[in-house]
C-alpha cells in the first residue's frame, strides 16, 4: 500500500515496507522527507518533533513496529521478542502527553503476542496500515459530525494543527474545517501562531494554503479582543488525550482560549477519535503535562530572542476542563457538554469502539 491519505500534504508516507516522514521541523520552507529505518530513529523522530500530533505520532510507532520485529527477527532468530519488547517501551516513551502513542503500540503489542513468528510480520503490518486508515477514515466522519454542528459561521478560530501533518490525513480540527468551509458554513478561518513551536503559523497556514483554503493568521495574544470583536463563532480545536471525565489536553494556550470563549459566548468545540480518549486517565490532573526546553521559548527560527540569563518555562500542553466544552466530536458521534457518563457510552453503546 502506498497512499492511505489523499489529501496533499501527506506526514506519514509508507511504500512497499519503508517508512519516511514529512520533516515538519523545516516548514514551511523546506518540503523534505526523512526515511525511517528502525524503532530508535521513529522515537528520535517523535521527540524532535519531525512528526507530531496525537494520531500521527501513533501511525508512526505502529509503521515504526513493523520495521522493529522485521529487525529483531533478522537479528535474532526465535529469540527476537526481549529486543523488540524494549523498542515497544522506547517508542511508548517518545512523548508522554498524547495517548495515541501508548494506545497504538499496545494494539500492536497485542498483534505480535497473538501471532507466531511465521506469521507475526504479516500481521503486524495489516494493523499499522488498519491503524492509519482507520484514522483518516474516522476523520472524514468527524469532519461530517462536526460541520453539522455549526450553523453559519463568521469565523472560527484554530490552534497548534489539528490537520493532515498531525494525523494519518484530513484532520481533525482541520477536518471539521474543510468539510464546514467546503460546506459553505465558514467564511473565514482564523489560526493562532502557535507560540513557542508556531504549528499555527508554520503547519496550519501552510496546510490551508495548500488546500486552497484562505487564512488568517493571529497572534495567540489576539484572541480574547478578536472574541470581544465577535470575529469568531466557534473555536475548534483538536486533543492530545482526552481523560474520562471529558477533560482535554491539547497544545499549551488551548485553555486560556476557552475561558476566552465561555466569557465572551463564542462555542468551544474539540475533535478527537476515540483513540484520543483514555478511560485509564481519571480526569485531566492525571495527565503527564510535557515541558520542553526552554530553547524553545528564548529562540526564535534558530536567534536567540531574549537575554542568554533568562530561564524560561515551557509546557507544552494545557487541560481544558470538560466544563468549557460545548462540543466533543468523535468518530462514534458528537457529545454536547461531554461528561464521565456520556463519553462511556461511546465505548458501551451500539458501534462503541
Ligand atoms: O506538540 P504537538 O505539535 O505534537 O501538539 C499537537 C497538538 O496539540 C494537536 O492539537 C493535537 O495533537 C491534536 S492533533 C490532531
Redesign the pocket.
Not at 490552534?159 to 490537520?163: E, I, R, W
Not at 480545536?237 to 492530545?240: L, T
Given at each position: 500500500m502506498t497512499t492511505i491519505n489523499e489529501n496533499k500534504v501527506q506526514a506519514i508516507i509508507w511504500t512497499r515496507g519503508e517508512l519516511s516522514l514529512l520533516d515538519q521541523r523545516h516548514l514551511p520552507s523546506r518540503t523534505e522527507y526523512l526515511a525511517i529505518d528502525s524503532a530508535q530513529a521513529a522515537a528520535a523522530a517523535i521527540r524532535a518533533?519531525v512528526v507530531?500530533?496525537?494520531?500521527?505520532?501513533g501511525i508512526t510507532a505502529a509503521y515504526a513496529i513493523v520495521l522493529a520485529g522485521r529487525r529483531r527477527l533478522a537479528e535474532h532468530g526465535s529469540a527476537w521478542r526481549e529486543a523488540f519488547e524494549q523498542d515497544l517501551e522506547l517508542l511508548s516513551a517518545a512523548?508522554p502527553t498524547?495517548v495515541n502513542l501508548r494506545w497504538a503500540v499496545a494494539r500492536m503489542r497485542q498483534v505480535a503476542d497473538q501471532n507466531e513468528d511465521g506469521t507475526v510480520l504479516a500481521a503486524l503490518t495489516a494493523t499499522a496500515e488498519s491503524i492509519h486508515a482507520e484514522d483518516v477514515a474516522s476523520n472524514h466522519r468527524m469532519g461530517e459530525l462536526g460541520a453539522a454542528c455549526i450553523g453559519a459561521a463568521n469565523g472560527v478560530l484554530t490552534?497548534?494543527?489539528?490537520?493532515s501533518l498531525?494525523?494519518g490525513g484530513y484532520?481533525?480540527?482541520l477536518g471539521v474545517i474543510r468539510r464546514a468551509y467546503a460546506d459553505g458554513r465558514i467564511r473565514e478561518v482564523y489560526a493562532g501562531e502557535t507560540r513557542p513551536?508556531l504549528?499555527g503559523a508554520r503547519l496550519t497556514a501552510w496546510e490551508l494554503v495548500q488546500e486552497g483554503i484562505p487564512v488568517t493568521l493571529i497572534p495567540d495574544s489576539a484572541a480574547a479582543h478578536l472574541m470581544r470583536e465577535r470575529r469568531f463563532d466557534w473555536v475548534i480545536?483538536?486533543?492530545?488525550r482526552v481523560a474520562a471525565n471529558g477533560d482535554a489536553a491539547?497544545?499549551i494556550g488551548?485553555y486560556s482560549l476557552a475561558v476566552n470563549a465561555r466569557h465572551h459566548g463564542v462555542k468551544f468545540m474539540v475533535?478527537?477519535p476515540t483513540s484520543?480518549i483514555d478511560l485509564e486517565t481519571a480526569c485531566g490532573n492525571d495527565v503527564p503535562i510535557?515541558e520542553r526546553g526552554g530553547d524553545e521559548v528564548t529562540t526564535c527560527a534558530g536567534t536567540q530572542i531574549a537575554p542568554s540569563a533568562a530561564r524560561a518555562c515551557n509546557p507544552?500542553?494545557d487541560v481544558t476542563p470538560a466544563e468549557l466544552i460545548d462540543v466533543l466530536v468523535t468518530e462514534q458521534g458528537v457529545i454536547r457538554r461531554p461528561r464521565r457518563e456520556s463519553i462511556e457510552a461511546l465505548f458501551t453503546g451500539p458501534g462503541g469502539r
Open positions: 518533533m507530531r500530533g496525537a494520531p500521527a505520532i512523548r498524547a490552534h497548534c494543527n489539528a490537520g498531525a494525523t484532520g481533525t480540527a513551536w504549528q480545536v483538536g486533543a492530545d491539547n497544545k488551548t475533535v478527537a484520543t510535557e507544552v500542553f
